[in-house]
């Protein structure tokens, strides 16, 4: 089995984070559904990987020449195409389809055979 470490990403950090807490009920209130809100952007805004079958059969040939990672490595690769975000192939694909999403319905297959499993991933998540 896998035995590979969870990672998460940071976000800006909110009001909450940078001053002790207020027993004032409205400010608490009023933080709860800015929290609330951001929360709701990142899952409207969940990125897809577009890639033509000319640029998926290059990503392919660089990822296959790569060097195997050391062990309890996940390798993310940035990406700026239609927004930033990340994304993981092979096996760190299906891990973090596992668990960080808990589903393999995140998982696209790209190349000309569907060869290489593909997740990608916001700087949210």
């Known amino acids: 089995g896998w035995s590979r470490s969870r990672m998460s990403f940071r976000g800006k950090r909110t009001k909450a984070d940078k001053e002790p807490a207020n027993l ?18 990142g899952a409207q805004s969940q990125p897809s990987l577009q ?4 640029e998926a059969q290059g990503f392919i ?7 195997e990672p050391p062990s ?3 390798r993310f690769f940035y990406r700026k195409k239609e927004g930033e975000f990340y ?13 960080c999403f808990h589903t393999m319905s995140v998982l ?5 055979n569907n060869e290489l499993p593909a997740v990608a991933v916001s700087p949210s998540n």
């Open 24 to 41: 004032d009920g409205a400010e608490e209130e009023q933080e709860e559904n800015e929290s609330m809100e951001a929360t709701d952007e």
């Open 72 to 74: 309890r490595t996940i």
């Open 108 to 112: 696209k297959h790209i190349g000309k």
């Open 51 to 54: 890639l033509d079958v000319g």
């Open 87 to 99: 994304s993981c192939h092979g096996q760190d694909a299906i891990f973090i389809a596992q668990e």
């Open 61 to 67: 040939a660089f990822f296959k020449n790569m060097p």
